[in-house]
């Protein structure tokens, strides 16, 4: 059997959970609030973001002043909203059959312990997960990599024997930046020419998609044979 550590380091909004379009919806009503007019196609282009980044490039010379409760706002909305929740067709299934194969599932996202508790709930598959990151592990999420470094530190596997799945191309920048290759999922609404243009090493439609093709997949090369 191969002796060192493998892990599948997961990002949950978008890639495994339904919800980046309710993070669109939560932004747009905060900005609406606030009386900034900000269109919806610019929100979801920074979708996965790290939020003070979202708000840099969103907002300009007026997120000092208005970023941190723009940011409030969009907790507010988005948690009103989280009854609209849904994981993905094949989420759970995915990360119980990488389980049972022996490679150490993460999930590795940068999402505030509330959002984290909901999103877990809406996963419902505890036993597989081996590790979790949140909000409270890093200073700057994607597309710095902090977030995927964390990860792979808890999983106890090198980057070589290690991928990430997301959604963004600030996925993809972030485990490149990490030193870890990519697998891109379209269920975020971004392209696979631009998740691969990012430097995705594969694409697929969705992790049901992912899952169908698993044997396939760069993801074989992590599971422990005999």
Do not use: H, K, M
């Given at each position: 059997m191969t002796e060192h550590a493998t892990a599948a380091l997961f990002d949950i909004d978008g890639t495994l959970v339904d919800s980046n379009y309710l993070h669109i919806d939560a932004w747009a009503?905060?900005?609406?609030h606030l009386g900034v007019a900000v269109q919806s196609w610019r929100i979801h282009r920074c979708i996965g973001m790290d939020s003070s980044k979202l708000l840099e490039?969103?907002?300009g010379d007026r997120?000092?002043?208005?970023?941190?409760e723009a940011g409030r706002l969009h907790s507010i909305y988005y948690m009103q909203a989280s009854q609209r929740l849904r994981a993905f067709d094949g989420a759970?299934?995915?990360?119980?059959?990488?389980?049972?194969r022996g490679v150490t599932v993460v999930l590795a996202t940068s999402a505030p312990e509330e959002e984290l508790a909901l999103l877990r709930q809406t996963l419902d598959v505890e036993e597989s997960i081996a590790r979790v990151t949140s909000a409270d592990d890093v200073e700057t999420a994607k597309p710095d990599p902090d977030i995927v470094t964390v990860a792979l530190e808890r999983a106890q596997a090198q980057s070589q024997h290690a991928f990430f799945i997301g959604d963004t191309v600030w996925d993809v920048a972030a485990s490149a930046r990490a030193?870890?290759?990519?697998i891109g999922v379209r269920s975020g609404g971004i392209s696979e020419a631009e998740l691969r243009e990012a430097g995705a090493v594969a694409v697929?439609?969705?992790v049901a998609d992912l899952l169908a093709q698993?044997?396939?997949?760069?993801?074989?090369a992590l599971v422990t044979t005999a």
């Open positions: 009503r905060a900005f609406a490039e969103l907002l997120a000092d002043t208005l970023g941190s759970r299934e995915l990360l119980t059959e990488l389980a049972r030193g870890v290759a990519c697929y439609a969705d698993l044997d396939a997949s760069p993801l074989a």
